[in-house]
C-alpha cells in the first residue's frame, strides 16, 4: 500500500497569502495517478488538480499542482477567503488507492 | 448538471446490514466507471470501492473485502454498497463518485450519506 504523507498538518494563512502544501509517497508513483481535492466543512470533496498538476474544470488559475516520484505540491498563489478549507492528495493507480491525511488551511 | 443523490444510510447495530444506494443524473451514467469513499467523523478520506461501467470489474479496499459488495444497474443510472456484517470502525460518511476510466481521479462526488454502527 502507497502511504502517503501530507505536511504541514495545518496552515496559517491570510488572505492574499501564498500556500504550499507538500504529499509526499511512500513509494514512487507517476504523476499521472496523483490527484488535490479540496473539502470544505460539511461538504463533500471536489477535485482540484489531476495528472500531478492539471487543473480540473472551473478550477481557477491561482490553484497548481507539481512534482514528479515521490513529491508533490499543491500551491495556491493569492488565499481567497473561500480557499480557507482541508485539502487531500490522492494516488489512484495502485489499489488500494489512498489518500494523505490532509492539509487544513486556517485563517491567521 | 451532474448531480450525484446517496441513501439508504442510518443506524444500525454491530453485524448489521444496510443497503446504499447513489442515483446519477446529468450524465451518461452507463459509460463511466464509479466508487464508494468513506470519512470516519473528523478523519481522512478512505477508498472503499470501484466498479466498472458495466460492472465487470469490481475492487475493494482489504479492510470491507467479503462483507461488502458493490454493483450497479445502469438502466436506473444507480450504484448500490450491500454492506454486510457492520462493524463499529465502519461508521462514516460515505459518498458515491464518477470515474471517466479506471484509469481517472475521482472526477465528481455526491452530497455523502451517514452510517452509524452502534450497539
Known amino acids: 500500500e502507497i502511504v502517503l504523507t501530507q505536511s504541514p498538518g495545518t496552515l496559517s494563512l491570510s488572505p492574499g497569502d501564498r500556500a504550499t502544501l507538500s504529499c509526499r509517497a511512500s513509494?514512487?508513483?507517476?504523476?499521472?495517478?496523483l490527484a488535490w481535492y479540496q473539502q470544505k466543512p460539511g461538504q463533500a470533496p471536489r477535485l482540484l488538480i489531476y495528472g500531478a498538476s492539471s487543473r480540473a474544470t472551473g478550477i481557477p488559475d491561482r490553484f497548481s499542482g507539481s512534482g514528479s516520484g515521490t513529491d508533490f505540491t499543491l500551491t495556491i498563489t493569492g488565499l481567497e477567503p473561500e480557499d480557507f478549507a482541508v485539502y487531500y492528495c490522492q494516488q489512484f493507480g495502485s489499489s488500494p488507492y489512498t489518500f494523505g491525511l490532509g492539509t487544513k488551511v486556517q485563517i491567521k | 448538471d451532474v448531480q450525484l443523490a446517496e441513501s439508504g444510510g442510518g443506524s444500525v447495530q454491530p453485524g448489521g446490514s444496510l443497503r446504499l444506494s447513489c442515483v446519477a443524473s446529468?450524465?451518461?451514467?452507463?459509460?463511466?466507471?464509479m466508487a464508494w469513499v468513506r470519512q470516519a467523523p473528523g478523519k481522512g478520506l478512505e477508498w472503499v470501492a470501484n466498479?466498472?461501467?458495466?460492472?465487470?470489474?469490481?475492487y475493494y479496499v482489504d479492510s470491507v473485502k467479503g462483507r461488502f459488495t458493490v454493483s450497479r444497474d445502469n438502466a436506473k443510472n444507480s450504484l448500490y454498497l450491500q454492506m454486510n456484517s457492520l462493524r463499529a470502525e465502519d461508521t462514516a460518511m460515505y459518498y458515491c463518485?464518477?470515474?471517466?476510466?479506471?484509469?481517472?481521479?475521482?472526477?465528481?462526488w455526491g452530497q455523502g450519506i451517514l452510517v452509524t454502527v452502534s450497539s
Open positions: 446529468g450524465l451518461p451514467y452507463s459509460s463511466y466507471w
Open positions: 466498479i466498472k461501467h458495466d460492472g465487470g470489474e469490481r
Open positions: 463518485s464518477i470515474r471517466n476510466t479506471a484509469w481517472s481521479p475521482f472526477d465528481f
Open positions: 513509494q514512487s508513483i507517476s504523476g499521472t495517478y
